[in-house]
């Protein structure tokens, strides 16, 4: 092949990856695999075509008389690899496409693709790099790698003072300042509190990898405890270079020791909602989110053939339209997962679940929706329906701008668990199942004490609790670091405490079987788990507070449907074991927080 050909046959490479990668925009954002995943494969034949390409004849590439490819043009073309990696993990949840992502974006930041690409002149170029400066910004921060994620706020602070000054930019100024404000208050706020002062130790999803059993009391030993203490890989993230042989860590397919019961219940699909006023965010990145749709997730292992971690939808500040159309193509795909796992791991009595959490402003009978949506058309005078007054006549409708549980129940025909932070969270939770399938629902508090109610600097203290419950806990104790032996001794203190109350749950005649069943479930049964200690953290709380009428007691604490009435009995072998263990805990932190913030004595 001539130079002239190979010039020739590049340009027509390019030319079909620029159309596949444009017709992505046209995909539906949800759907049955089938919809969209043919697309993305032939997208990602093309852009390997493409990339192959031009390194195995960029020295005629490079050619000015030929072609003239420049640096910052391939940092164009890796740009959109690492998109389109990033998008297909959006719409699988592997881990392995996210971090595919930042192989690409990573090298175009360390080979220096946009070095020199002031020297070209060109704002439209310049405005580019930016924005791939942010999309590698929120895929480090989904790899907890917040160390990189501060460096690069500096790189993007610099970039961004070039670009408004070098090329008087005065329409673009509010934009990027806007985006480096946001930057700055997510990252202050995911590292409020630090592991060994080190952000990069903070870590949401949950991990294969678990202290080894004791083979006589099925709990933890002393021993192999110390030994997991001592450990350097951290509790909640799989250590890469640990010899099986050596290694006091075992794979298991739950997150504790108990196996609850022989069905398993298995989510599928996690819908993720949030519509705040006030929110600690980053582009439509919610902390809140973030933290949830990390601890609904593994990191995906590379001997897996397919992501076993649920479809995600996430829905920022959706109208009515938006949550009915994700909701229902949850019902109807209940059997068409994404991510299918292996015959291995899938049984007949598997049944595929939805979790969905709202994270939203609450108003009237229900949380907000954002929707243009108005009721003008109620006030005509013409109206045939006579009232004494507009607002009388208001009143007779639903708010469609408004998600009641009334819109929630018909979805529950298939298995649904909930979590609501809001304000109005207790105006979402069920008073009984209108179908068989199981539904729980774990509502926050309805007021936060003073330092926790703006959101827009902390993030939800209840889903804090749900996806790291010791670093909420020394949220609330104000601990701004720990270190990490002793994070580790907290963790495992709280899991060796988690594993009795659920061996105590199974037991209860008492406890709904919606419970049991999610029980079996590594995700919900971590949720149902840290909703109990966040319960009992809390009333330990309010009690030094002084809080008193059971009222005002109520609106401070979370609540679920279906009731757990062993948190409500101070006697309860429940309440006894996370006590004990919220009382160790404090003492292992700290021991001035035990007697200062939680217990009287």
């Not at 690409?104 to 170029?125: D, H, M, P």
Request: proline share 3%.
């Amino acid at each position: 092949m001539d130079e002239k050909q190979v010039v020739n046959q590049y340009i027509s490479l390019f030319q079909r990856s620029h159309r596949y990668f444009s017709g992505l925009r046209e995909l539906p954002n949800n759907g049955p695999k089938k919809l969209w995943q043919p697309y993305f494969q032939k997208t990602f034949e093309v852009f390997t075509q493409l990339w192959k390409y031009q390194l195995d004849y960029r020295s005629i590439l490079e050619k000015k008389d030929r072609y003239g490819l420049k640096r910052y043009e391939i940092g164009e073309i890796a740009s959109r690899i690492g998109q389109l990696y990033y998008h297909y993990y959006l719409r699988t949840s592997d881990t392995r496409y996210l971090n595919e992502s930042f192989v690409f974006y990573e090298a175009i930041r360390t080979r220096g693709y946009f070095k020199n690409i002031l020297q070209e002149e060109n704002a439209v170029l310049y405005n580019k790099m930016l924005r791939y400066y942010a999309r590698f910004i929120v895929v480090c921060l989904l790899l907890n790698k917040r160390q990189l994620v501060s460096e690069m706020l500096i790189e993007l602070r610099e970039h961004v003072t070039i670009y408004l000054n070098h090329f008087k930019m005065i329409k673009g100024q509010e934009e990027w300042e806007l985006v480096i404000k946001e930057l700055e208050n997510f990252y202050q706020a995911d590292t409020l509190v630090t592991i060994e002062n080190s952000p990069d130790n903070i870590q949401y999803r949950l991990s294969l990898i678990r202290p080894k059993r004791s083979s006589t009391t099925g709990f933890v030993s002393q021993k192999d405890r110390r030994r997991f203490l001592m450990n350097e890989g951290h509790g909640q993230t799989p250590p890469s270079d640990l010899d099986s042989s050596e290694s006091i860590f075992e794979e298991e397919d739950n997150l504790f020791t108990i196996q609850p019961i022989s069905n398993t219940i298995r989510i599928n699909d996690a819908i993720l909602l949030t519509n705040r006023k006030q929110n600690v965010k980053f582009s439509e990145l919610t902390l809140d989110i973030y933290r949830v749709m990390q601890s609904i997730e593994r990191y995906s292992s590379l001997s897996e053939k397919q992501s076993t971690n649920a479809r995600k939808s996430m829905l920022y500040r959706p109208n009515y339209s938006e949550v009915f159309s994700v909701l229902s193509n949850s019902l109807d795909n209940s059997s068409d997962n994404n991510n299918e796992p292996s015959s291995s791991t899938i049984t007949a009595n598997t049944m595929n679940a939805t979790l969905y959490y709202i994270s939203a402003d609450g108003i009237g009978n229900g949380i907000s929706l954002n929707t243009k949506r108005k009721l003008n058309n109620l006030s005509s005078p013409t109206s045939t329906i006579r009232y004494s007054s507009f607002e009388e006549q208001l009143d007779k409708f639903v708010d469609p701008n408004i998600l009641t549980l009334n819109d929630i129940l018909p979805f529950t025909r298939k298995p649904l668990f909930m979590i609501v932070e809001s304000d109005n969270s207790i105006s979402l939770i069920p008073k009984e199942r209108r179908f068989s399938s199981s539904l729980i629902c774990l509502a926050s508090p309805t007021v936060y004490f003073s330092k926790f109610q703006n959101l827009s600097i902390t993030g939800g203290l209840f889903t804090h609790f749900l996806s790291s419950p010791i670093l909420a806990l020394c949220s609330l104790g104000g601990i701004k670091n720990i270190d990490k032996l002793i994070f580790k001794e907290c963790e495992n203190t709280l899991l060796i405490c988690f594993n009795e109350v659920i061996k105590l749950l199974l037991q209860d005649e008492e406890v709904d079987l919606s419970i049991k069943l999610f029980l079996d479930n590594d995700f919900t049964r971590a949720y149902l788990m840290r909703f109990m200690f966040c319960y009992i953290t809390l009333e330990r709380y309010i009690d030094i507070v002084g809080i008193v009428e059971e009222k005002e007691r109520r609106a401070y604490l979370p609540s679920c449907y279906p009731p757990m009435s062993c948190l409500s009995n101070q006697l309860s072998m429940e309440v006894n074991l996370l006590t004990k263990a919220l009382r160790q805990i404090l003492n292992t932190l700290d021991d001035s927080l035990a007697t200062s913030l939680f217990f009287k004595n």
